[in-house]
């Protein structure tokens, strides 16, 4: 099925590091949300993003709308050892298209070291 | 409880049986939806329902795959005669009311066919 890009595919980071990663559509979207998935469980939603440019925080966490609409950014500052897992974006395709669908991104692998 | 709960937690079966997934959102969402992960990928949109009409089977992979919900509750995804390449995490989530609304998900049912 159509899933977004995301980048980097993995990363290994030192903790204490900020990290930056990115999702991006060749569509437009006028939704943009950001999950975390840990092993086992399903993903958990961290941010939502509804308007072309926001950008949004939830603790150490930002994540912004791309004014383009076709793409989103999600920083974590400070890393710790509890923000391994595999980060997922998800877009909405613009309500005309008549489906309630998220496209999902192929996740982002984040591994921190102590 | 709280969150969304699926059943069983883990699967495993013969090649050619059919095997049945529940799903139990959370109390007053509307919107249903399931997804197929496999290993080290993202999520594949199967279904969503909007109470216990289903207006966007798209995803569904084959004939094989159907699924049903009972009102605003509880949905079952039937494989029927599996294959090894159903083999996979199938995770469910809900939302309110759907469109905009962020989708909160169970921890998933992984299935494995022998």
């Known amino acids: 099925g159509q899933q977004l890009n995301q980048s980097p595919q993995s990363m290994f980071i030192q903790e204490g590091e900020d990290v930056s990663m990115n999702c991006t559509s060749s569509?437009?979207?006028?939704?943009w949300l950001w999950y975390k998935q840990d092993p086992g469980e399903g993903p958990v939603l961290l941010i939502a993003?509804?308007?072309?440019?926001e950008l949004t925080s939830n603790g150490r966490l930002t994540a912004q709308f791309g004014i383009t609409r076709k793409d989103s950014f999600l920083n974590i500052s400070a890393s710790i050892p509890s923000d391994v897992g595999i980060y997922f974006c998800?877009?909405?395709?613009?309500?005309?298209?008549?489906?309630?669908?998220?496209?999902f991104g192929t996740g982002t692998r984040l591994k921190v070291l102590a | 409880g709280a969150g969304v709960s699926q059943s069983p937690s883990n699967k495993v079966t013969e090649k050619g049986k059919d095997v049945e997934l529940r799903c139990d959102p959370i109390?007053?969402?509307?919107?249903l939806y399931w997804y197929r992960q496999r290993l080290g990928q993202g999520l594949e949109f199967l279904i969503y329902?909007?109470?216990?009409?289903?207006?966007?089977k798209s995803g569904l992979p084959s004939d094989r795959f159907s699924a049903e919900r009972t009102g605003e509750s509880v949905s079952t995804l039937t494989i029927q005669r599996t294959q090894q390449e159903d083999s996979a995490v199938y995770l469910c989530?809900?939302?309110?009311?759907?469109?905009?609304?962020?989708?909160?998900f169970g921890d998933g049912t992984r299935l494995s066919i022998l």
């Open positions: 989530a809900s939302s309110q009311t759907g469109g905009d609304q962020p989708q909160h």
């Open positions: 569509s437009i979207f006028n939704t």
């Open positions: 993003l509804y308007k072309a440019g």
């Open positions: 998800a877009g909405r395709n613009p309500p005309f298209s008549g489906t309630y669908k998220y496209i």
């Open positions: 109390s007053g969402h509307t919107a």
């Open positions: 329902f909007q109470g216990n009409s289903a207006p966007d």
